[in-house]
């Protein structure tokens, strides 16, 4: 079963939230959308889910037209950023309320042994963790027997020990649940790690979808290579006399640099950013500043020479006036 929105526009007065938006999910895939504050990221969801009206396109699940249904019809369940629970029903409350056919205690009592909330049925939401709360919200939507399951960056609020531990509890969602998920977020390392397939959505508008490596590897424009990454991809321009390329932007990802004497790009080094494992290393250069990850040991002190090499199948050209990619 596939759900697919096909030319979706939805319009919030003059500007546009989603323009042309065409998507498919399949069975058994979870589908990654990330993208800027404000790019459409949320309203997609809700416009699948049937929350908002599309002003134009369709949406389908499988062979069945939910483009007119309402939510209740569609066999869609939708876990928002908060946990959006009932906070007067205990957590079994909670979770019972899901249930499409009647009181089936035993597919309650299986949600709540795999999301290991066993200690937490009687208590309320108040009087649990969020992340304990966000669990809640996945078994439920689990239990509402959805054919589509869309998660609205419900860990965006967790501090990181608490994301890292929801998180695998998606992982874990994904492992009982057949159908399609679409995952929305911000955070670029939690959309690689979850998804089969990565969107990046920008100013309403799906500017690339594929294999999340080969997104990251390869953006297909200069939009995607600005925002994908922390940090983001290194774009060189008028790189003639450097580099020797003729009019076009150069791309390189700064894991694809190494500090090297006999590298061709040189300058002085201005900072570190210290990220555990990685540091990254800033490099004021003639082509402007660029950023290098480097091993914590090899990071040299601000004001430093350096030289940094790259391979020539690391670099990405594109086109300064269409911002596409060139071969």
């Keep these: 079963?596939?759900?697919?929105?096909?030319?979706?526009?939805t319009r919030f007065g003059a500007p546009r939230a989603l323009t042309g938006v065409s998507l498919r999910v399949r069975d058994g895939r979870t589908l990654a959308v990330v993208g800027p504050s404000g790019a459409g990221k949320s309203t997609l969801l809700r416009v699948l889910a049937g929350l908002e009206s599309?002003?134009?396109?369709?949406?389908?699940?499988?062979?069945?037209?939910?483009?007119?249904?309402?939510?209740?019809?569609?066999?869609?369940?939708?876990?928002?950023?908060?946990?959006?629970l009932i906070p007067q029903a205990s957590v079994r409350e909670n979770l019972a309320f899901a249930l499409r056919s009647g009181p089936d205690d035993a597919r309650v009592a299986g949600v709540v042994a795999r999301l290991h909330l066993g200690s937490l049925e009687r208590r309320r939401p108040a009087e649990i963790s969020g992340g304990e709360r966000q669990r809640v919200a996945i078994g439920r939507a689990l239990l509402s027997d959805p054919q589509a399951l869309l998660l609205d960056e419900p860990l965006a609020h967790l501090d990181p020990l608490l994301r890292g531990r929801v998180r695998d509890e998606v992982v874990r969602a994904r492992e009982r649940f057949t159908g399609p998920i679409v995952y929305v977020t911000h955070d670029h390392a939690e959309a690689m790690a979850l998804a089969d397939d990565l969107c990046v959505l920008i100013d309403g508008r799906v500017e690339q979808?594929?294999?999340?490596?080969?997104?990251?590897?390869?953006?297909?424009?200069?939009?995607?290579?600005?925002?994908?990454?922390?940090?983001?991809?290194?774009?060189?321009?008028?790189?003639?006399?450097?580099?020797?390329?003729?009019?076009?932007?150069?791309?390189?990802?700064?894991?694809?640099?190494?500090?090297?004497?006999?590298?061709?790009?040189?300058?002085?080094?201005?900072?570190?950013?210290?990220?555990?494992?990685?540091?990254?290393?800033?490099?004021?250069?003639?082509?402007?500043?660029?950023?290098?990850?480097?091993?914590?040991?090899?990071?040299?002190?601000?004001?430093?020479?350096?030289?940094?090499?790259?391979?020539?199948?690391?670099?990405?050209?594109?086109?300064?006036?269409?911002?596409?990619?060139?071969?």
């Design 209 to 327: 979808t594929g294999d999340p490596q080969q997104v990251y590897d390869a953006p297909g424009n200069l939009r995607v290579a600005r925002f994908l990454g922390t940090p983001s991809m290194n774009l060189l321009h008028d790189v003639h006399s450097t580099l020797g390329f003729g009019d076009v932007v150069v791309g390189i990802r700064p894991e694809r640099l190494r500090i090297d004497a006999s590298g061709a790009l040189a300058g002085a080094a201005t900072r570190c950013e210290r990220a555990g494992a990685d540091t990254f290393l800033h490099v004021a250069t003639a082509l402007g500043e660029i950023v290098a990850r480097v091993a914590p040991e090899d990071a040299p002190q601000p004001g430093t020479e350096v030289r940094l090499a790259f391979a020539r199948d690391d670099l990405r050209l594109y086109d300064p006036t269409t911002e596409e990619p060139l071969p």
């Design 1 to 9: 079963m596939t759900l697919a929105v096909d030319g979706g526009e």
């Design 54 to 84: 599309a002003d134009a396109g369709t949406v389908r699940l499988g062979d069945r037209d939910l483009t007119g249904l309402p939510p209740q019809a569609r066999r869609i369940a939708m876990v928002f950023q908060s946990d959006a």
